[in-house]
Nanobody
Framework: VQLQASGGGLGQAGGSLRLSCAAS????????MGWFRQAPGKERVFVSA????????YYAESVKGRFTISRDNAKNAVYLQMDSLKPDDTAVYYC?????????????????WGQGTQVTVSS
């Protein structure tokens, strides 16, 4: 089972980036999916989560109103649209698949993790 995150890179403050997470070897269309991030020297923290149908989404307060999570079950993929980027958004971003079908904010409820993609936002 593999989750491949992509779309990271260098962005400018106020700009946008779109992260993608594609799954292989297994379908996650019935699983909640989430994004987490880890900044240098800090713990990995929750960013956003979406339920299996794509009808319920949660966001960390720090990204609410700027980031949008979505999914395409036909493509077995989940996305994170990041707008109005800030230097504090600089981190490695990880996508993950939850054990169940709901959107969850707690990392211990996720049992499949991607390798991470680096996002760097310059001021």
């Amino acid at each position: 089972v593999q989750l491949q995150a992509s779309g990271g890179g260098l962005g400018q403050a106020g700009g946008s980036l779109r992260l993608s997470c594609a799954a292989s070897r297994r379908t996650f269309s019935n699983n909640g999916m989430g994004w987490f991030r880890q900044a240098p020297g800090k713990e990995r923290v929750f960013v956003s989560a979406i339920d299996w149908r794509g009808t319920t989404a949660y966001y960390a307060e720090s990204v609410k109103g700027r980031f949008t999570i979505s999914r395409d079950n036909a493509k077995n993929a989940v996305y994170l649209q990041m707008d109005s980027l800030k230097p504090d958004d600089t981190a490695v971003y990880y996508c993950a698949a939850a054990r169940g079908s709901t959107a969850v904010t707690i990392s211990s409820y996720y049992n499949y993790w991607g390798q991470g993609t680096q996002v760097t936002v310059s001021s």
